[in-house]
């Protein structure tokens, strides 16, 4: 009985939780007039794709949306380096201060780049990085998460594997690239999905930062868009730049459902 | 390295040392300009006040200032009173979610989908949407109040209600991606313990009273420090919904750092409140890590 009501609740929830997206896909393709006026929100008698067409007029979203994938895999690209780097010092590498390192490193944990808004932009203004894609990654380029993470992983390599290819004689690289990497490849993907999707819906940071079409991403594009109209008429407009913004990852997350649902799972281990 | 003879005059340790070092400083170097040095460059800040080009020193002034300063009492309350209206109800949901979704129930792929993909939408876009749902007349909740009868309220227009809506929604955002932290705890669980509790004819309450809910307490300790962080974090929908209004009822702590900074270019002002923000979160990792960690060993 119990395990029933439970079940319903559960069913219950599940659709409740959909309403958003699916009354949001609906509006992006209904009729300007079928709006506000229309007598079900659920369903449009003309589908029409007007709405998309005049918001890729309104906002240059495909400018933003190339500005968004050069951070997000710029931003991608250098924390796989600079994580690689430090998580193999420090699961295999003996040096003094060690421990006050690794705690250094774990601050970023607690603050992070985001709180830090105000003093960021100041520096960004020092060196002269004002609105350009570069400011807006340069904050991420070191990621304590990432390397915790891949430190974890890096730990569980067998030890007689390294040894041995250090005995093949392999230069630290080689080592690093024939041993490490492979042997950490799904933390690898891991980190790229939970890193890839966080920065693709960073706000606060790029829409301080940046001041042109030429260096803003897809969210701040979009918070300047929807709020250039106001009025309830052009929800259809709107709805379609959202739905713009959202679909690619969710297209993403829909068709590999296992491998973001497994790699946020992974993330979480301490 | 060992393959390597130590030149003269470097003792292996101290090859070992330099190789460490200059493994993690391109690390470093990002670290420090991006989270050591605008740390440090805010508490010496805070210190000071007037604009840009005349900063003076001013001593402990601008924490007084920012101290006396009833907006920012409000703003911190507003940030507390959303902490315990988001905080523990998602993580609740959240292990409900998950004990669920974990048994192999009809449908539970389904489910988890559900509950997860409001994860992947990027903040700002969550206010978009909701913004729509929660227009007074013509929005989603209104037209629903109205097909039940009820006339609904303005709900971001009203000092008492709108808090209370951008709860509502954060919990539909944020359960989700914490249920996929008790995902992973659950997994980890002894089975043979829930045989035994099963043939002491436990009932099901009992076994998640007395196994399920203590066994997952690492968890719950890290989704906590995790969502109480989002909580002073995540101010993006208040760019969109109601740019802290109305009469402030919304606003949060580092939204209104950005106000202060980027609106009225008060940058004492501005730095006293990193420090503040910065403080916060320092405090939430030691209670955790000094406190809470030690007395949930068992």
């Not at chain 1, 093949?168 to 999905?193: C, E, K, M, N």
């Not at chain 2, 909580?231 to 702590?253: E, Q, R, W």
Request: contains cysteine; positive net charge; hydrophobic residues 50%.
């Amino acid at each position: 009985m119990g395990k029933i009501l439970n079940y319903c609740l559960l069913i219950f929830l599940g659709l409740l939780f959909f309403i958003p997206l699916i009354w949001v896909f609906i509006t992006s393709i209904s009729p300007s007039g079928e709006i506000i006026s229309g007598s079900n929100p659920f369903w449009t008698k003309n589908p029409t794709l007007n709405n998309f067409k005049e918001a890729w007029e309104a906002a240059p979203f495909l400018k933003y949306y190339l500005n968004t994938l050069i951070i997000v895999f710029g931003v991608l690209i250098v924390q796989l380096l600079t994580i690689t780097l430090a998580a193999y010092a420090f699961a295999r590498v003996n040096f003094k201060g060690k421990e006050i390192l690794f705690i250094a490193f774990l601050i970023q944990l607690m603050i992070q780049p985001e709180i830090l808004l105000f003093p960021n932009y100041q520096i960004m203004a020092q060196l002269g990085l004002v609105d350009t894609k570069l400011a807006v990654m340069m904050p991420y380029w070191a990621s304590a998460f990432g390397m915790f993470l891949m430190r974890q992983t890096f730990k569980q390599v067998p030890y007689e594997l390294d040894e041995a290819s250090k005995m093949d004689g392999s230069r630290w690289w080689q080592t690093l690239w024939h041993v490490y990497i492979p042997a950490a490849r799904p933390t690898y993907v891991a980190f790229a999905l939970v890193s890839v999707s966080t920065h693709w819906s960073n706000f606060m940071w790029p829409l301080i930062i940046t001041d042109s079409v030429d260096n803003r991403p897809l969210t701040v594009g979009l918070a300047l868009f929807a709020q250039a109209f106001e009025t309830g008429a052009q929800w259809g407009v709107i709805t379609a730049g959202t739905v713009t913004v959202i679909l690619p990852l969710l297209i993403a997350f829909f068709i590999f459902q296992k491998q973001f649902v497994s790699s946020f799972m992974h993330s979480g281990i301490k | 390295m060992a393959h390597q003879k130590p030149k003269k005059g470097l003792s292996v340790s101290m090859k070992e040392n330099l190789f460490g070092y200059s493994l993690l400083i391109p690390s470093f170097i990002f670290l420090s300009l991006f989270t050591f040095y605008p740390v440090i460059k805010s508490i010496k800040l805070s210190f000071y006040s007037g604009p840009l080009t005349r900063l003076q020193f001013s001593g402990l002034d601008q924490y007084k200032n920012v101290f006396s300063d009833e907006l920012f009492r409000k703003v911190l309350l507003n940030n507390i009173l959303f902490l315990i209206g988001t905080v523990p109800t998602s993580i609740f949901l959240a292990m409900y979610l998950a004990i669920w979704v974990n048994k192999n129930i009809k449908g539970s792929s389904f489910l988890r989908t559900a509950f997860f993909y409001p994860t992947l939408i990027p903040l700002i876009a969550v206010a978009n949407i909701w913004l729509f749902v929660y227009t007074p007349k013509y929005g989603l909740m209104d037209r629903f109040l109205d097909f039940l009868s009820i006339q609904g309220p303005n709900w971001l227009g009203s000092p008492n209600l709108a808090m209370f809506a951008i709860i509502f929604m954060i919990i539909w955002k944020d359960a989700g991606f914490y249920m996929i932290f008790y995902l992973a705890g659950l997994q980890n669980l002894p089975g043979d313990v829930y045989e035994a509790a099963l043939i002491e004819g436990a009932k099901p309450f009992q076994m998640f009273k007395n196994i399920t809910f203590p066994l997952l307490m690492p968890t719950t300790l890290f989704v906590m420090i995790v969502a109480i962080t989002n909580s002073f974090k995540n101010v993006d929908h208040l760019y969109i919904m109601t740019k802290g209004g109305p009469d402030n009822a919304t606003n949060l702590l580092l939204y209104y750092i950005y106000e202060v900074a980027f609106t009225n270019w008060d940058l004492g002002k501005a730095a006293v409140l990193t420090i503040i923000l910065i403080a916060i979160l320092l405090s939430v990792t030691a209670f955790n890590y000094f406190y809470l960690d030690k007395r949930i060993h068992y």
